[in-house]
Nanobody
Framework: QVQLVESGGGLVQAGDSLRLACAAS????????MGWFRQAPEKEREIVSA????????YYADSVKGRFTISRDNAKNTVYLQMSSLRPEDTAVYYC????????????????????WGQGTQVTVSS
């Protein structure tokens, strides 16, 4: 079992930056592929970014490519999402998720692939 806690959300203006962090406890994150998802009001939860166990592979949704960067520090059991050039359409609750995998290069983009979820952190971008 792993528990995930997100932090770093807030209210910012368009063009600003934020860094989200997802701290894991219970088990080391080095055995988990991780992902960041977001859900805006009345919309489906969508993948933002994903990262393999050893960070050798990453994925970004087209809407955030070039603006967001995912990273992880397995020694600190923490995954980060650096968000730059934020837009009002980035407004959502952001969730991190984890799934145990034996494949060091695998990442996953479907919410159903993940076993563990954090409670979410709100990101609001004003225009």
């Amino acid at each position: 079992q792993v528990q995930l806690v997100e932090s770093g959300g807030g209210l910012v203006q368009a063009g600003d930056s934020l860094r989200l962090a997802c701290a894991a406890s219970g088990r080391t994150t080095s055995t988990y592929a991780m992902g960041w998802f977001r859900q805006a009001p009345e919309k489906e939860r969508e993948i933002v970014s994903a990262i393999s166990r050893t960070a050798t592979r990453t994925y970004y949704a087209d809407s955030v490519k070039g603006r967001f960067t995912i990273s992880r520090d397995n020694a600190k059991n923490t995954v980060y999402l650096q968000m730059s050039s934020l837009r009002p359409e980035d407004t959502a609750v952001y969730y991190c998720a984890a799934v145990m995998t034996v494949t060091t290069t695998a990442y996953y983009t479907a919410p159903s692939a993940y076993d563990y979820w954090g409670q979410g952190t709100q990101v609001t971008v004003s225009s």
